[in-house]
């Protein structure tokens, strides 16, 4: 298989390292001594510098102070450290916002946010733009040379609306863009519905009673968001061509449409807290965390990506603070790397004395030495990294792929109905059906309704409620061509502007490929009771069930109880063309799921990583030519063993070789050479 490039420039070794925050302890030069011994002896080898540091690098307008940075970046070049250096937009100076008040976002309610936050720039205002370019600027050009520069982090975390008239006058010319005119824009947002045609331009809002006015907002914050960021990385390109970009996304956040933002990045970084003090199933826990990495991993065609944020130990603003139990960091970091990423670093690398984050984790305490568990844990990993290099840019091999698409999560939010927001649940609905099969140890991509199909064998698309343009046409294409599609209850209800398709569901010629024709939608609340009939075997039903009619499909499956729906088909397939399209009408727990889809994925020829019958572990496989990495995870709190596949595997942590059978500790994970 292909192996790709380096995440950052010149680093052919596993990225790890955090958030380091220089500015913090100017005053005090024996701790930036100190963090430098700690660096050391932690195996960290890449710092993200300069994130919120913009008024320590400009105190006043045009007032510039590098020296201390320069220093920092000296630093890390003798110490052969890589840095990935921020822009520094995310918070902006308080000069700047009381000078300007206007770089100030304003809010849904049009008063105007203070100075105080971060992350509430006007995506608009020329002067905040004027001001990020001229920073950018300076430091691309001051340091396009420095040895240490190896990536740009793009401000923080990208996020939120701006309201101001400015923002709104864009939306506008955006709307005019997409829609050519008024009678196409109320005809697309169906405005005949409570009178609320539009008779001018002006008359637009974010406010609009109409699904699609709302729906295209969330479209415009992402395009506002893609052309701040393409604004900023133009002002680096000119003077550093080579060095990559990226910006820090946050794995399912619904702000945001990230696979536009993908678009504008060279490599993918992700910031990772999963809830350890919030879900006590650490099954559930990792296989998020696995997801949300198969789904970064596809944003870039299977290029290794980065975890730039993580928590070595508790995080601040986390519900319960909880701190990981033994083996849980080294578990968590090593799913990342074995999903496909070539780098886990941290936020951050020491606490702040005060303010927001002083209780967030990070590799040095207070106390500011390694004679701490969580130091102890980060270098455990560091030493274990250093023997991983050949891991570099391989590839995760993958034939099955599930699609959450964040303009079907938007489409079911500003739907009303069918149902509640608890009830439609579509990120849990995703993640259940991939967790059916990552607990059958089946390697996938997570990818969005508009990327290939045609590279997988087996294709799952949860409530696809909305279909945009083409996609019906590319899912016909992939089953005819010889694939397997499976897709759910509450899909194929609606085009791309939120309007119903007409002449029966699913719609947009989904019906022909599925060979049944959905005759209503039924909300199935607490007090009810039903089940379908697979195979011999019962199996719950909750929240909904379609009505389904055949129309040349084969019932699989069949409703029970509720005289309604009993004896009607609840799953089916279709022969179309070389494949098979399942249609699955009801909403059923993860036990269902992992039988059928496990059944659907062993036709099609998908083999697992390892054997299924390894309770409470999974696994990952990354290749890189003929060298071959095997990850194992037991995510439980028990001492488990592993059966391994064929052949003798080396233990990477410890260099001894080993066939047959491998003991896990409880929660414990590993990574095996073949």
Same mark, same amino acid.
């Given at each position: ?240 061509? %080579?060095?990559?970009? $990226?910006? !820090?996304?946050?794995? /399912?956040? *619904? ?9 504008? @990045? ?98 040095? %305490?207070?106390?500011? $030495?390694? !004679?701490?568990?969580? /130091?102890? *844990? ?9 023997? @991983? ?286």
């Amino acid at each position: 298989m292909e192996k790709f490039g380096p995440v950052i420039r010149n680093a052919a070794e596993i990225l790890h390292g955090g958030d380091y925050n220089p500015d913090q302890w100017l005053e005090t030069p024996e701790i930036i001594d100190r963090d430098f011994e700690l660096m050391e002896k932690s195996g960290c080898n890449t710092f993200s510098v300069g994130i919120f540091s913009w008024t320590a690098l400009e105190p006043a307008p045009g007032k510039y102070r590098f020296e201390w940075l320069d220093r920092i970046m000296d630093r890390m070049a003798e110490h052969k450290f890589h840095v990935i250096l921020a822009t520094p937009s995310g918070a902006k100076p308080a000069w700047l916002a009381t000078a300007h008040p206007e770089v100030c976002r304003v809010d849904e309610n049009g008063l105007r946010q203070p100075y105080s936050w971060r992350h509430n720039h006007c995506w608009s205002s020329p002067v905040y733009r004027a001001k990020v370019r001229e920073i950018n600027s300076k430091l691309a050009k001051r340091y396009a040379n420095h040895p240490a520069l190896a990536g740009w982090h793009i401000s923080n975390e990208y996020s939120g609306s701006c309201y101001c008239n400015l923002c709104l006058d864009r939306f506008r010319s955006w709307l005019r863009e997409r829609y050519g005119t008024l009678e196409n824009l109320n005809r697309a947002w169906w405005n005949a519905f409570w009178s609320h045609i539009h008779t001018d331009w002006a008359e637009i809002t974010p406010w609009g009673c109409s699904e699609c006015n709302t729906l295209d907002w969330k479209r415009f914050t992402t395009f506002q968001c893609c052309d701040f960021m393409k604004f900023e990385v133009d002002a680096l390109r000119a003077y550093t061509p %080579d060095i990559p970009v $990226t910006t !820090n996304m946050m794995g /399912f956040f *619904d702000g945001l449409d990230y696979w536009r933002v993908a678009e504008v @990045c060279d490599f993918i970084s992700d910031d990772v807290y999963p809830g350890w003090g919030i879900e006590p199933d650490v099954r559930k826990i990792l296989s998020e965390c696995a997801m949300r990495h198969d789904m970064h991993r596809a944003m870039k065609d299977g290029r290794p990506f980065l975890i730039m944020e993580s928590a070595p130990s508790a995080t601040n603003w986390m519900p319960g603070h909880r701190l990981k139990r033994p083996n849980q960091h080294k578990l968590e970091e090593l799913c990342a790397i074995g999903h496909g990423a070539d780098g886990t670093l941290y936020f951050q690398w020491r606490k702040s004395r005060g303010n927001l984050e002083k209780f967030h984790g990070a590799v040095v %305490d207070h106390v500011g $030495t390694e !004679n701490t568990r969580v /130091f102890r *844990d980060v270098a455990e990993l560091g030493a274990l990294y250093r023997k @991983c290099g050949g891991i570099c840019g391989s590839a995760y091999p993958v034939q099955a792929a599930v699609v959450w698409d964040w303009e079907c999560l938007w489409a079911l939010q500003v739907s009303q109905g069918p149902g509640s927001q608890e009830q439609k649940k579509y990120t849990e609905t995703v993640q259940t059906f991939y967790r059916a099969l990552w607990t059958k140890n089946l390697p996938m991509d997570v990818i969005e309704s508009l990327s290939d199909f045609s590279k997988y064998r087996l294709l799952i698309c949860p409530m696809m409620m909305m279909l945009k343009p083409g996609v019906a046409e590319r899912l016909k294409a992939f089953v005819a061509a010889g694939g397997t599609l499976v897709m759910s209850y509450l899909s194929g209800y609606e085009d791309r502007d939120a309007n119903c398709f007409l002449g029966g569901w699913p719609g947009d010629g989904l019906m022909e490929l599925f060979g049944i024709w959905n005759e209503e939608m039924g909300g199935i609340p607490a007090f009810d009771r039903q089940s379908i009939i697979w195979e011999g075997r019962e199996f719950e039903v909750v929240d909904y069930a379609e009505r389904i009619h055949l129309r040349g499909a084969e019932p699989l499956a069949a409703c029970t109880v509720d005289p309604l729906y009993a004896g009607e088909p609840a799953v089916t397939v279709n022969r179309f063309g070389e494949g098979k399209a399942y249609y699955i009408a009801v909403r059923t727990k993860e036990d269902f799921l992992a039988e059928f889809l496990g059944k659907l994925a062993a036709e099609a020829g998908i083999e697992p990583v390892i054997p299924a019958d390894n309770p409470g572990i999974s696994a990952s496989l990354r290749r890189n030519g003929e060298e071959e990495y095997l990850f194992l995870f037991n995510y439980t709190p028990e001492e488990r063993e592993v059966r391994l596949p064929e052949g003798s595997f080396t233990v990477l942590a410890d260099g001894s070789v080993r066939s047959g059978v491998l003991t896990l500790a409880p929660f414990g994970s590993e990574i095996l050479k073949k």
